[in-house]
């Protein structure tokens, strides 16, 4: 099964993962696991459910009308949530949900640019990194309707981001890290600071 999580600015911890039906067949264990014959009768679905952060399911929805079908090799690679709505990276591709299973649209941006990783900002905001057609970089709030709101401010950042972006403290909105330095972007003025090495 593949899965990842991501706690929201409420507190709400959301999963998404690909989930997996054997049918009649007890759930696989090492002893006694044919792998032909389970995936002969396997059944596979996407569901996002939702918890509090003690642990108490809140919510438990398979995922509608979604025209990717998972299987055992599939992988979420992230998800960042707001608690309502949801933005999962499967197989290298950025999708929008709600997180009562509603499927909203595939995430892009627009011809020539690519979205390069996602988070929250300090206020609870779904926002995703642009490398525009001229290789430069954007931070763009994620709309419920999967659409991005454009941003007047243009970054010369010639590094590839790792992981999501990551909710700001005190005068940063949010942080990004590239493989060697994390930045702080300013809530001020929205500047772009490096603020420590992590080699």
Do not use: W
Request: glycine letters at 6%.
């Amino acid at each position: 099964m593949s899965y990842n999580i991501d706690v929201s600015e409420n507190g709400t911890v959301t999963e998404f993962f690909a989930d997996m039906d054997y049918g009649d067949l007890p759930y696989p264990m090492s002893d006694d696991y044919n792998e032909a014959k389970y995936d002969a009768v396997a059944e596979y679905s996407f569901k996002i459910n939702t918890y509090s952060t003690d642990g108490k399911l809140l919510t438990s929805s398979v995922v509608g009308e979604f025209p990717e079908v998972p299987d055992k090799s599939t992988i979420i690679e992230n998800i960042v949530s707001d608690s309502e709505s949801l933005i999962a990276s499967i197989n290298g591709t950025y999708y929008i949900f709600k997180t009562d299973g509603a499927y909203i649209c595939e995430l892009s941006a627009d011809d020539g640019e690519t979205i390069e990783a996602t988070g929250h900002n300090k206020y609870g905001l779904l926002v995703c990194a642009v490398i525009t057609s001229d290789d430069k970089m954007q931070i763009r709030r994620i709309m419920s309707d999967g659409s991005l709101e454009k941003s007047s401010v243009t970054y010369d950042f010639n590094e590839s981001i790792q992981d999501n972006i990551t909710a700001g403290t005190g005068d940063y909105s949010m942080f990004i890290r590239s493989r060697s330095t994390i930045y702080g972007i300013r809530s001020d003025n929205s500047a772009i600071e490096p603020l420590f090495s992590i080699n």
